[in-house]
């Protein structure tokens, strides 16, 4: 009798560990798909005669174009490196190109709380890549050539 309840607990276990693989499995959500939108939204520089750089050509430095919109304001600029939408929006603000305010949280990352005088309240600040609402974190997403990075003050849905 010891033995089979042993043998329970063992596929008990083993059941609870196959969920919880899952489950994280699950959890790890690609980033947004790609959208060719960024050319009907603002002209992009015209491709130098040469081409642009492929990745590895310049070494581990690969240039990429990625719009930001604020409401109305949209920037079109050039990003060197992998970087993310935190830090893309500290170049902008050290540029004077946009202010905004962030809070951190242990675990969850950069919260952003104000952007450009217009705090959370009623409503908060979301950002989407490509059209679609970002999924992870604006620390953690690493902006990829040809994103639009849109911030939207909205309600909380």
Do not use: H
């Amino acid at each position: 009798m010891l033995k089979t309840r042993n043998q329970k607990f063992a596929v008990i276990f083993i059941l609870i560990g196959i969920c919880v693989l899952l489950i994280s499995i699950y959890e790890k959500k690609s980033p947004p798909p790609r959208s060719n939108i960024a050319s009907e939204l603002l002209p992009l520089p015209a491709r130098p005669a040469g081409g642009f750089p492929e990745e590895g050509e310049l070494g581990n430095e690969v240039s990429n174009q990625v719009i930001f919109e604020i409401g109305d304001q949209k920037l079109s600029e050039t990003i060197s490196g992998e970087i993310s939408v935190y830090d893309f929006m500290q170049k902008l603000q050290a540029e004077g190109k946009m202010n905004f305010q962030s809070k951190n949280y242990p675990g969850l990352g950069k919260f952003i709380t104000e952007i450009n005088g217009v705090e959370n309240g009623e409503k908060y600040w979301f950002y989407y890549v490509n059209g679609q609402k970002a999924e992870i974190g604006v620390s953690n997403y690493k902006i990829n050539n040809g994103d639009i990075v849109s911030w939207k003050y909205e309600n909380f849905n």
